[in-house]
């Protein structure tokens, strides 16, 4: 196969866990590229998602490195076959990478849990609110790039919106909800937009009032996605270098755990709906 320019996230994901399972087992680069016939340059670009691999290829693969998880292996042949060409690939060259491999991430998602303390999560956000939250970055976006960003948001939303939803869970902060991000009838317009998903069945809104007492957790702003089995689960996080997409099973451990706790201190989806009300009738 022809080596890519730039994997995507997906693929890039599926080269790293054949280079888990490879190591598990202790072989060599070297030797994986024995067992297909190729060299060791080839295993590589595999291993990096530079270049695909057949669904073939990954159940050779898993056989020899013992894999004893037929859903795991099923999983990776079928990110293998995947050739999906999503609504996102009509930003390919006009927004960052990253955009992309988000959206992508969201439309695999077989569950989607969300935490914020500052602002609405992105897949609630109304429009205005979202170009008020990406026009604020340093330096200034152009305003073709900032529409651009916009839409692509407001295109996001398929995930809960479409035919085929998929289940969402967000723990919002109060904060969040009492931040202006515009003006009054813009912050009660967006605060209804938050109650009009809520009531949707695969849709779940808690929030985490101001004063709760010993709440340590504000650091905890998370995307997590739910993979076809739990060992492809994926965070997202906002790093200093840009979007960090996590996968190692401890670092997802861990964040399982953290929302577990962030949900276990939030009110319950009626009492949160109820208390989202009382917000936007004191604005």
């Given at each position: 196969?022809?080596?890519?320019?730039?994997?995507?996230?997906?693929?890039?994901?599926?080269?790293?866990?054949?280079?888990?399972?490879?190591?598990?087992?202790g072989l060599k680069g070297r030797e994986a590229a024995a067992l297909l016939g190729t060299d060791s340059a080839q295993m590589s670009q595999i291993e990096f998602g530079t270049a695909g691999v057949s669904e073939e290829r990954v159940r050779r693969l898993a056989a020899h490195y013992a894999c004893s998880d037929p859903e795991l292996i099923e999983s990776l042949v079928a990110m293998a076959a995947d050739r999906t060409h999503g609504w996102w690939e009509g930003y390919r060259g006009l927004l960052p990478t990253p955009f992309l491999d988000l959206s992508e991430l969201e439309h695999h998602a077989t569950y989607y849990w969300d935490v914020n303390f500052l602002h609405i999560p992105g897949l609630l956000q109304t429009e205005d609110y979202a170009r008020r939250i990406l026009g604020h970055r340093v330096p200034e976006l152009p305003d073709s790039e900032l529409e651009l960003r916009v839409q692509h948001r407001m295109d996001r939303k398929v995930i809960i919106q479409g035919p085929h939803p998929t289940p969402y869970e967000t723990v919002i902060h109060e904060a969040a909800l009492r931040i202006r991000v515009g003006d009054r009838p813009a912050a009660r317009l967006q605060l209804a937009q938050v109650l009009e998903a809520s009531e949707a069945d695969h849709v779940t809104v808690r929030v985490i009032p101001f004063d709760l007492d010993g709440f340590a957790g504000a650091d905890s702003t998370m995307v997590y996605a739910?993979?076809?089995?739990?060992?492809?689960?994926?965070?997202?996080?906002?790093?200093?270098?840009?979007?960090?997409?996590?996968?190692?099973?401890?670092?997802?451990?861990?964040?399982?755990?953290?929302?577990?706790?962030?949900v276990a201190a939030s009110l319950e989806p009626g009492r949160s709906r109820d208390f989202i009300n009382r917000v936007a009738k004191e604005l």
């Open positions: 196969m022809a080596r890519r320019k730039q994997p995507t996230a997906r693929q890039e994901r599926l080269g790293a866990e054949l280079r888990k399972l490879r190591e598990a087992a739910g993979g076809a089995v739990p060992k492809l689960d994926t965070v997202v996080r906002d790093a200093p270098s840009g979007t960090a997409f996590i996968d190692s099973e401890a670092q997802l451990g861990r964040f399982r755990t953290l929302f577990r706790r962030m």
